[in-house]
């Protein structure tokens, strides 16, 4: 079995699967309704099939240890269950963990099934905790059904449960010690998360709020120590002093990770990204090999291991990235 690593020695062993570019909720920061979001063709996207393959590949050629599923909102697509079932099954052989980010809106009557298919791990973005302002950013009306997603997570016993919550300035940042509350009361994990630009969310500087900015309205309320982080880590991490649940930042526009990345993006298309911000000109296109019979899975892992020397040593400044054409959070795995 191979280790692929990059040729400034990051071992990577954890990809992200956009299962869908499709999304039932329009946040601003995402998917705004003005975008116009035009969805992919069935026929364009990866097949359940070759998506299990892909895994496969993955797993047995290449040593990757966890997979998380994404979109999109990965719930909305018909057979997301099924193809969890089938899953599982490569999982108990191949000793991977398993993950999904939803938005948690369809997620209620899933989570049996979800915990019975060995979904690991499961991250839910919510970005108010007042029902008013959830709508605003979302448009819609879902706040209660997450919220009852994720009380239900946690009976089920997802107790590394993390709350997403994407902090804008002037939007959303009043509510940041609401969340701490709310972590402590449900003793979860909130992750906040830096406001970051993408080709169709008219990201605006004056609304962006540094991880450091968030963290020191934290401490004036609650002492905050560190965790420690196990290697290639996105976030960092905190506890509470004196309470339970946990605060984490991920900070990729004021202080990134590159040099701990440990991932790769597969798009819902089957284009494989070697970052959240790649040029889209820098893509591999793994529908296309799979469509090809004569290749086998050891050629193509060959081909992503050639293939991850492109990686960068990090992502372009904010400059550039505001600039990224065609670069849409919805089909990047996110």
Request: proline share 2%; with cysteine.
């Amino acid at each position: 079995m191979k280790i692929l690593s990059d040729k400034y020695g990051r071992v990577h062993n954890y990809l992200r699967i956009s299962l869908t570019d499709r999304c039932n909720l329009n946040c601003i920061y995402c998917n705004p309704v003005y975008a116009k979001a035009k969805y992919f063709e069935k026929d364009d996207i990866l097949s359940y099939e070759n998506i299990l393959r892909i895994v496969k590949i993955f797993a047995s050629e290449l040593g990757f240890k966890k997979f998380r599923f994404t979109g999109g909102e990965p719930l909305v697509r018909k057979g997301v269950v099924e193809f969890f079932c089938l899953l599982n099954n490569l999982k108990r052989q191949y000793k991977f963990k398993t993950a999904i980010t939803t938005n948690g809106t369809l997620m209620l009557e899933m989570l049996p099934e979800l915990k019975k298919y060995g979904i690991d791990n499961i991250n839910i973005s919510l970005d108010s905790l007042q029902p008013n302002r959830f709508k605003m950013i979302t448009g819609k009306d879902n706040f209660n059904s997450v919220i009852e997603a994720i009380y239900k997570s946690k009976q089920l016993g997802y107790d590394n449960l993390k709350v997403n919550c994407v902090v804008m300035k002037g939007v959303n940042d009043s509510e940041i010690l609401d969340f701490v509350d709310f972590s402590i009361k449900e003793e979860i994990n909130v992750r906040f998360i830096e406001y970051m630009p993408f080709s169709n969310n008219g990201w605006k500087e004056n609304e962006f709020i540094s991880y450091k900015d968030t963290r020191n309205k934290i401490l004036e309320k609650y002492e905050l120590v560190p965790a420690s982080n196990n290697n290639g880590s996105v976030s960092k991490d905190y506890f509470i002093k004196n309470h339970n649940g946990m605060v984490s930042f991920i900070s990729s526009i004021s202080d990134h990770f590159c040099s701990s990345c440990s991932r790769l993006r597969l798009t819902a298309k089957g284009n494989l990204r070697l970052c959240l911000f790649s040029n889209r000109e820098n893509e591999l296109d793994l529908k296309s090999m799979l469509s090809n019979n004569k290749i086998t899975d050891y050629e193509i892992s060959a081909m992503i291991t050639d293939y991850l020397k492109l990686k960068p040593k990090e992502h372009p400044g904010i400059d550039e990235l505001v600039k990224l054409d065609l670069n849409y959070m919805l089909t990047n795995g996110g």
